[in-house]
T-cell receptor, first 115, second 113 residues
Framework: EPEVTQTPSHQVTQMGQEVILRCVPI?????FYWYRQILGQKVEFLVS????????KSEIFDDQFSVERPDGSNFTLKIRSTKLEDSAMYFC?????????????FGDGTRLSIL | GNSVTQMEGPVTLSEEAFLTINCTYT??????LFWYVQYPGEGLQLLLK?????DKGSNKGFEATYRKETTSFHLEKGSVQVSDSAVYFC????????????FGGGTRVLVKP
């Protein structure tokens, strides 16, 4: 069964450094998402992406965050200048369509630790 | 705004016991409702869903019924196995535009042999 792949599984970065989290969505999916889960808290929506542009973003997704689909397969989340509070598990997801009936398929996540 | 509340865990059960995890939601109209499961070291997997009132989602022996009158979507399984040990997340997508999942806090379930 096709799956969403995320790399790396664990990223350790110094505060203030840039970090790029990578995702390979399912190949025929058209909608892409990033979520995050701070330890002990709920899974929170960050951003959705379709047709090479952001379709929706949350208040968390400020100017420090950006997303890109640099080629036909990868979908990346960049944090420009990391803060301690960016430490979390980041999940990528993809779906075939933007309807409530189309399930979002999640990757295993990247654990980001900011020192 | 939209929100999901689910019972806090951990829930510890013996094998073959009956499992219920309560989930209630706040949303306008008729959201779509989901249960996701996260096994240790893995990502979130869709377990089941329901998109309108009185729909019953089912998968792998798990069931949940969309109750509009009580704004609930409780997850049940009649006889759990050790392999059901995981974190279970209730979630919704609102009926308005967009496809953003709003999650509950997750409930950790531990099934002992």
């Amino acid at each position: 069964e096709p799956e969403v792949t995320q790399t790396p599984s664990h990223q350790v970065t110094q505060m203030g450094q840039e970090v790029i989290l990578r995702c390979v969505p399912i190949s025929n999916h058209l909608y892409f998402y990033w979520y995050r889960q701070i330890l002990g808290q709920k899974v929170e929506f960050l951003v959705s992406f379709y047709n090479n542009e952001i379709s929706e973003k949350s208040e968390i997704f400020d100017d420090q965050f950006s997303v890109e689909r640099p080629d036909g397969s990868n979908f990346t989340l960049k944090i420009r200048s990391t803060k301690l509070e960016d430490s979390a598990m980041y999940f990528c997801a993809s779906s075939f369509a933007d309807t409530r009936n189309q399930p979002q398929h999640f990757g295993d996540g990247t654990r980001l630790s900011i020192l | 705004g939209n929100s999901v509340t689910q019972m806090e865990g951990p829930v510890t059960l013996s094998e073959e016991a009956f499992l219920t995890i309560n989930c209630t939601y706040t949303a306008t109209g008729y959201p779509s409702l989901f249960w996701y499961v996260q096994y240790p070291g893995e990502g979130l997997q869709l377990l089941l869903k329901a998109t309108k009132a009185d729909d019953k989602g089912s998968n792998k022996g798990f069931e949940a019924t969309y109750r509009k009158e009580t704004t609930s979507f409780h997850l049940e399984k009649g006889s759990v196995q050790v392999s059901d040990s995981a974190v279970y997340f209730c979630a919704l997508i609102p009926m308005t535009a967009g496809n953003k999942l709003t999650f509950g806090g997750g409930t950790r379930v531990l099934v002992k042999p």
